[in-house]
């Protein structure tokens, strides 16, 4: 048998007629990919968690006010809310966005691991921390398309979008992220398989 899922488009109709569980079911489908996105951008879990709300305040707000246009791209509009306040925070502390913070936090606890044994994982998060720390030795841009993309799961329209820049050149700050990703794999003869 099939599961029906509601789409984003029908939730946010549904939501806007009074139904408030719809907003909730909105929110608990995309929470992990936009905070995911927003923690990577800020490097601090309470920021992002700050960030997080504030995002889904101006939403509420933007949908009660009917002031959001449906044309099916919910979650594209999303992430440019997020990624625009996180921006402004760095406007207003003069902070640079890293991937990873000092004290070791592990993104990846917010994505879905593989369910190998406690080992496999361990070496999987081992690796994926390797990389992380190879990320953020990446040009800003570079990084940004990375994260979109890898972790915010957005096709290279919507990042073009996002960062205000054409598909080619989001397509090119990934080739170059993934030729500078490979590159200094080699050089710290790190083995990621």
Same mark, same amino acid.
């Given at each position: 048998?099939?599961?029906?899922?509601?789409s984003? !488009? =029908?939730?946010?109709?549904?939501?806007?007629?009074?139904?408030?569980?719809?907003?909730?079911? +909105? +929110?608990?489908?995309?929470?992990?990919?936009i905070?995911?996105?927003?923690?990577? @951008?800020?490097?601090?879990?309470?920021?992002?968690?700050?960030?997080? !709300?504030?995002?889904?305040?101006?939403?509420?707000?933007?949908?009660?006010s *009917?002031?959001?246009?449906?044309?099916?791209?919910?979650?594209?509009?999303?992430?440019?809310?997020?990624?625009?306040?996180?921006?402004?925070?760095?406007?207003?502390?003069?902070?640079?966005?890293k991937?990873?913070?000092?004290?070791? *936090?592990?993104?990846?606890?917010?994505?879905?691991?593989?369910?190998?044994?406690? =080992?496999?994982?361990?070496?999987?998060i081992?690796?994926e921390?390797?990389?992380? *720390?190879?990320?953020?030795? +990446?040009?800003?841009? !570079? !990084?940004?398309?990375?994260?979109?993309?890898?972790?915010?799961e957005?096709?290279?329209?919507?990042?073009s979008?996002?960062?205000?820049?054409?598909?080619?050149?989001?397509l090119?700050?990934?080739?170059?992220?993934?030729?500078?990703?490979?590159?200094? @794999? =080699?050089?710290?003869?790190?083995?990621?398989?």
């Amino acid at each position: 048998m099939k599961t029906y899922q509601i789409s984003d !488009q =029908e939730l946010i109709k549904h939501y806007r007629n009074g139904n408030e569980a719809c907003f909730e079911m +909105l +929110l608990k489908r995309h929470k992990s990919k936009i905070y995911t996105t927003i923690y990577l @951008i800020v490097n601090d879990k309470y920021i992002a968690e700050d960030i997080f !709300q504030e995002t889904f305040i101006k939403v509420i707000k933007t949908l009660k006010s *009917e002031k959001y246009t449906e044309e099916g791209k919910y979650i594209p509009w999303v992430m440019t809310i997020a990624r625009n306040l996180a921006i402004d925070y760095f406007r207003k502390t003069s902070k640079m966005p890293k991937i990873t913070g000092s004290d070791g *936090e592990n993104i990846f606890k917010y994505l879905p691991l593989f369910d190998d044994n406690r =080992e496999e994982q361990m070496i999987q998060i081992q690796k994926e921390s390797k990389v992380r *720390e190879l990320i953020k030795l +990446l040009p800003k841009e !570079q !990084q940004e398309v990375l994260v979109l993309r890898h972790y915010g799961e957005l096709s290279f329209k919507e990042i073009s979008d996002i960062t205000k820049v054409s598909i080619n050149t989001a397509l090119g700050r990934m080739r170059y992220a993934l030729q500078n990703l490979r590159r200094m @794999i =080699e050089e710290k003869a790190l083995i990621l398989r």
